[in-house]
């Protein structure tokens, strides 16, 4: 059936919007391919807006591994801001994507990438716009596949009636499962409608698929099981892992935005998972083993990209990027090629005992030396324990007391509050840290124009972590515990005026963690939420603690739960779990074990360089560390041929 572009009927709206640049597409490097050509359509969709979805790498790889498939076409949709959303109403335009202007509800898969939970409202929004039932039990054959993938996917429970399946764990190869699966379906003429389809789906046993598993729960509230209900459908749903990352160069050609996104630069990701072991980590837990790049895959990619693109910096991205085996190789190298072209470098994410001086020079030799970033989290050595954040203060004392002394005069600590065990002595010790990095800085550089910013985040526990069943702060205790700490700094008279202090109140963390850890019985809460008028629960200015409280209140009224029950419960080892069912690979005993450990205060060492703690995700999921050094070069492609004499 021949789909037209919407861009008619948008066109006229978006002089009346704010920024409608957003809406028009054409972006370098984006594809718009043969509709009638093609077999199977994924429209894509990071639920954000546009500055914050376009630069999401796993959509930017996604969306260049399905296009360079000949008969597959992927195009890209944004949550559209309210202005936007209300002419569509009233003038009747469907969700479209940005590459073709196509109703979203023609394509055959609708997938979203979720980061983060606060999406869902966005979620639901993007569905009703689209035309399509906002529940799964209500679609026909004529409606997408909607498919949620990304972290927050490893708990798909609260949006369990919404999506029709989930996948969990690396997308590149589980894209293309799926798009063979979707082709042979329709070729054969969609035999079973789409409940076969989804079938055929649920048995590989890597997609999740909701409808097929029944949850019974006890007469306190707590699951009493999750089970299949139809025969062939496997009972644990494995995540997926690409273990060759160099066979898997993408993005290749990213997207250069039209409008101001987020990020502006190039991004090469050096190396997925970590084994560092922090216990608040659901990114490091679900992303295991370990898999590099080698150097000389980064280079390619980096040469590729910025020639495709015209960015003027690169970000090596991981999640803890210090931390690649030739670090140092990539960052001089890179540095060494790029220095006639000013192309920046940037680690975004950078451990205080993986920092080294020669490092950040490398890094900053072509470009800005701004500020430095370090994560210790914990404020004092005993909650360091707790977490397995293994960093010393006389570590960081001495790292940033280097920086300081290498010329940088910003450095910016960040912080969780609301830690299991904390303390406010705890959390008081981060103003001690405060000024022992000021007073440092000031001796070092012998001036008393040095900064340090202490920035904080509410601890929210996540699935799949051993904090999974630990009890979280209530907004109330989180908020007094900054406010004490926040006095503390203003306090000091010698070093607080060169202390900034950054932190968010618990409220939007509360319901994270409702949204993190919820069952099937948060749906009801989400759906209210969004009829409230509820979007963008990821920006405090359009984030309502009160609907959600209101609407959570109203919605579990029959049920023996609360808020306050998903949130500050701490549950016991015995208790299933809403995503026992989702296998991160991670063993249950060992996660429990590790969080026993978390309240001795012991801490685990990083496989990657001590023996197999067994976790239980290599056996599971056959696979292995991969690191270097693989002694491969960098090759300095770019050589500039000397002057000949004449
Ligand atoms: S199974 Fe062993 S080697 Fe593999 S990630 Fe877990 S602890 Fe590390």
Same mark, same amino acid.
């Given at each position: 059936?021949?789909v037209?572009?919407?861009f008619?009927?948008?066109?006229?709206?978006?002089?009346?919007?704010?920024?409608?640049?957003?809406?028009?597409g054409?972006?370098l490097?984006?594809?718009?391919k043969d509709?009638?050509?093609?077999a199977?359509?994924?429209?894509?969709?990071?639920?954000?807006?546009?500055?914050?979805?376009?630069?999401?790498?796993?959509?930017?790889i996604?969306?260049?591994v399905?296009?360079?498939?000949?008969?597959v076409?992927a195009?890209?949709?944004?949550?559209?801001?309210?202005?936007?959303?209300?002419?569509?109403?009233?003038?009747?335009v469907?969700?479209f994507?940005?590459?073709?202007?196509r109703?979203?509800g023609?394509f055959?898969?609708?997938?979203?990438?979720?980061?983060?939970?606060l999406g869902?409202?966005n979620?639901?929004?993007?569905?009703?716009?689209?035309g399509?039932?906002?529940?799964?039990?209500?679609?026909t054959?004529?409606?997408?596949?909607?498919l949620?993938?990304g972290?927050?996917?490893?708990?798909?429970?609260?949006?369990?009636d919404?999506?029709?399946?989930?996948v969990?764990?690396?997308?590149?190869?589980?894209v293309?499962?799926?798009?063979?699966?979707?082709?042979?379906?329709?070729?054969?003429?969609?035999p079973?409608g789409?409940?076969?389809?989804?079938f055929?789906?649920?048995?590989?046993g890597?997609?999740y698929v909701p409808?097929?598993?029944?949850?019974?729960?006890l007469?306190?509230?707590?699951?009493?099981?999750?089970?299949?209900?139809?025969?062939?459908?496997?009972w644990?749903?494995?995540?997926?892992t690409?273990?060759?990352?160099?066979e898997?160069?993408y993005?290749?050609?990213?997207?250069?935005?039209l409008?101001?996104?987020?990020?502006?630069?190039m991004s090469?990701?050096?190396?997925r998972?970590?084994?560092?072991?922090c216990?608040?980590?659901?990114?490091?837990?679900?992303?295991?083993?370990?898999r590099e790049r080698?150097?000389?895959g980064?280079g390619a990619?980096?040469?590729?990209g910025?020639?495709?693109?015209?960015?003027?910096? +690169? !970000? =090596?991205?991981?999640?803890?990027?210090a *931390?690649?085996?030739? #670090? %140092?190789e990539? &960052?001089k190298?890179?540095?060494?090629r790029y220095?006639?072209d000013?192309?920046?470098?940037?680690l975004?994410?950078?451990?205080?005992?993986?920092?080294?001086?020669d490092?950040?020079?490398?890094?900053?030799?072509?470009?800005?030396?701004?500020?430095?970033?370090?994560a210790?989290?914990?404020g004092?050595?005993?909650?360091r324990?707790?977490i397995?954040?293994?960093v010393?203060e006389e570590?960081l004392i001495?790292?940033?007391?280097?920086a300081y002394g290498n010329?940088?005069?910003?450095v910016?600590?960040y912080?969780m +509050? !609301? =830690?299991?065990?904390e303390?406010d002595? *705890?959390?008081?010790q #981060? %103003?001690?840290? &405060?000024k022992?990095?000021?007073?440092?800085?000031r001796?070092?550089?012998?001036?008393?124009d040095?900064?340090?910013t202490?920035?904080?985040?509410?601890?929210?526990?996540?699935p799949?972590?051993p904090?999974?069943?630990a009890?979280?702060?209530d907004?109330a205790?989180?908020d007094?515990?900054?406010h004490?700490l926040?006095?503390?700094?203003r306090?000091?008279?010698?070093?607080?005026?060169?202390?900034?202090?950054?932190?968010?109140?618990g409220?939007?963390g509360?319901?994270?963690?409702?949204?993190?850890?919820?069952d099937?019985?948060?749906?009801?809460?989400?759906r209210?939420?969004?009829?409230d008028g509820g979007?963008?629960?990821?920006w405090s200015?359009?984030?309502?603690y009160?609907?959600?409280?209101?609407c959570?209140?109203k919605?579990?009224?029959?049920?023996p739960?609360?808020?306050?029950?998903?949130?500050?419960?701490?549950?016991?080892?015995?208790?299933?779990?809403?995503?026992?069912?989702?296998?991160s690979?991670?063993?249950k005993?060992?996660?429990?074990e590790?969080?026993?450990d978390?309240?001795?205060e012991?801490?685990?060492?990083?496989?990657?360089?001590?023996?197999?703690f067994?976790?239980?995700?290599?056996?599971?999921?056959?696979t292995?560390?991969?690191?270097?050094?693989?002694g491969?070069?960098?090759?300095?492609?770019?050589v500039k041929?000397?002057?000949?004499?004449?």
């Open positions: 059936m021949p037209e572009s919407l008619p009927r948008l066109e006229p709206l978006l002089p009346q919007v704010q920024k409608p640049i957003q809406y028009v054409g972006e490097n984006s594809t718009v509709w009638d050509a093609c199977v359509r994924w429209a894509l969709m990071y639920p954000d807006a546009y500055e914050v979805g376009l630069p999401n790498q796993g959509v930017m996604l969306y260049e399905l296009n360079e498939v000949a008969d076409l195009e890209r949709t944004y949550a559209v801001w309210g202005d936007l959303e209300k002419l569509m109403r009233e003038h009747d469907p969700q994507t940005v590459d073709g202007h109703p979203v023609a055959d898969v609708f997938g979203l990438s979720f980061s983060t939970e869902y409202t979620m639901l929004n993007a569905l009703d716009l689209a399509i039932p906002i529940e799964a039990k209500d679609r054959e004529d409606h997408p596949i909607v949620a993938g972290h927050a996917a490893f708990n798909p429970e609260p949006i369990a919404f999506i029709d399946c989930a969990v764990g690396d997308g590149e190869q589980a293309l499962q799926i798009t063979d699966i979707i082709r042979a379906w329709k070729a054969e003429g969609r079973g789409r409940d076969e389809l989804l055929r789906l649920a048995v590989t890597s997609v409808r097929f598993y029944d949850v019974d729960y007469e306190d509230g707590r699951i009493q099981r999750v089970a299949p209900n139809r025969s062939g459908v496997p644990r749903v494995s995540k997926h690409v273990m060759d990352l160099d898997w160069p993005p290749k050609q990213p997207l250069v935005p409008a101001e996104t987020v990020h502006e630069r090469v990701e050096i190396f998972g970590c084994t560092r072991g216990r608040f980590c659901q990114a490091g837990m679900i992303t295991r083993p370990v080698s150097i000389e980064i990619m980096v040469d590729k910025l020639k495709a693109t015209g960015f003027e910096e +690169v !970000g =090596l991205l991981s999640l803890s990027s *931390d690649h085996t030739e #670090i %140092a990539v &960052a190298g890179l540095a060494d220095t006639d000013k192309i920046g470098l940037s975004p994410s950078t451990r205080v005992d993986a920092f080294n001086i490092l950040a020079n490398e890094l900053t030799r072509n470009g800005r030396r701004s500020g430095l970033t370090f210790p989290e914990g004092s050595e005993r909650l324990k707790v397995n954040k293994m010393s570590d001495r790292t940033v007391a280097t010329g940088w005069r910003q910016k600590l912080f +509050v !609301g =830690l299991p065990t303390t002595e *705890d959390v008081l #981060i %103003a001690d840290m &405060a022992k990095v000021i007073q440092k800085g001796e070092v550089s012998g001036s008393r040095i900064r340090c202490v920035s904080i985040g509410g601890f929210v526990p996540k799949h972590t904090f999974q069943w009890p979280q702060l907004p205790a989180t007094a515990r900054l004490k926040r006095d503390a700094i306090a000091d008279r010698q070093y607080g005026k060169s202390i900034g202090f950054r932190y968010h109140d409220k939007p509360a319901i994270e963690g409702l949204l993190s850890r919820g099937r019985r948060i749906g009801r809460v989400i209210a939420v969004w009829e979007r963008f629960d990821g200015e359009h984030f309502s009160d609907r959600w409280v209101r959570a209140d919605a579990l009224a029959d049920e739960v609360d808020l306050d029950w998903y949130t500050t419960r701490e549950r016991e080892w015995n208790e299933v779990l809403p995503w026992d069912h989702l296998d690979g991670l063993d005993d060992w996660l429990w590790d969080w026993q978390a309240l001795d012991t801490e685990v060492d990083d496989c990657r360089w001590s023996p197999c067994d976790c239980g995700v290599c056996p599971q999921m056959g292995e560390i991969q690191i270097g050094p693989t491969q070069k960098l090759l300095p492609l770019s041929q000397p002057a000949t004499q004449h």
